[in-house]
């Protein structure tokens, strides 16, 4: 066990300027930092280091051949790490610094540790400034999975990562609640071609402005027995609370009879928005308050909430399927991992 620095983010801009030094310091000999972005938390660790980067599929538990992201601070260095084309400068100039990963071919100098084998590399800029601030300091390019023991939840809050990575960091800096909330939209590049590999923060609508998008198939969970998808972090079992996850399609009457039909054989928990936990009430059920209804809100808070499920002692817990559009897409693509693809169509 590691002893791991917690490094508080304020208001204070010179007070911050030497955390992202230390921070930096410690990335450049090595290290592992942990540290906030728009997306989720990300473990970080120097891109061009392959003994630093294989401590952080140490530090998670994560299988080898699950590629990580490599992390810049500008548009302009991703040409050094991969084959760069036009459609990559035009979803740079749309969506970068933002929630946007672009896998393209990788340069030589990028380890195959990295890239779990492949011969291309993931890319991102994040648009969260201490994240860039970060890397800025660091002087060198930040492969960074999100900061989570493999198949727990990604870590949207300080805490979660404390929780996690105690002990398997060097250090955690607390940049308070990401924005979003799930992590980075991916996008692969095959020529003019865009494949959308992992759906998020920027949606398919807005990639579909840029140029035309396939959908993996992984993404919707119509992948077959023994296909593999495109990227291998989707076959992975994820985001799973150790209590039993199920969605429901249906509506508000039909949802409301099945639940009081299940919590007669089991302890029942629902997921619900908070306009919605009125309707519920009288169901003698565990209630989690999602919060606002907006789905953007759903982004922001399901993975706590998906933290959180795990200490009310229920069986199962229900969420209801939401809207698939716009951010929509990122929150059904992550529950339907988090449930191990139990859905009941009511
Ligand atoms: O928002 C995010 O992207 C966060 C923050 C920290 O930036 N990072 C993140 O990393 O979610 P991670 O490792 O949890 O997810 C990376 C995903 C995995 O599914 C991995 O398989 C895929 O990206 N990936 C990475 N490199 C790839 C490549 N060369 N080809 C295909 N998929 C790749
Ligand atoms: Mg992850």
Redesign the pocket.
Known sequence: MMNTLVRKLTHDAAENERIYKEGGKILREGGLVAFP?E????LGANALDVSAASKIYAAKGRPSD????V?LSRVDDAEKYCVTSDIFYRLAAAFMPG?L?V?MP?RDCVPSTV??G?D???V?I?SNEHARSLIEAAGVPVA????NISGRP?PTCAEHVIFDMTGRADMIIDGGDCDIGV??T?V?LSGDEMIL??P?GVTLEMLSAIGDVTLDKAITGSLSEGERP?????KYRHYAPSTRVVMLDGDGADIKKYLWERSKCERVGALLFEDELAYYSELDITLVDLGEHSIEAEAHSLFAKLREIDTYNCDTFYVKVPDKTGIGLAVYNRMLKACGHEVVTL
């Open positions: 972005t997306t989720v938390y990300g699950n590629p990580l992201i992390h929630p990963t896998v990788k890239t779990g492949l291309s590399v993931a991102r994040p960074a999975p999100s900061a990604s992590e980075s991916i692969k590999l992992r998020g495109l990227a291998p972090g989707m």
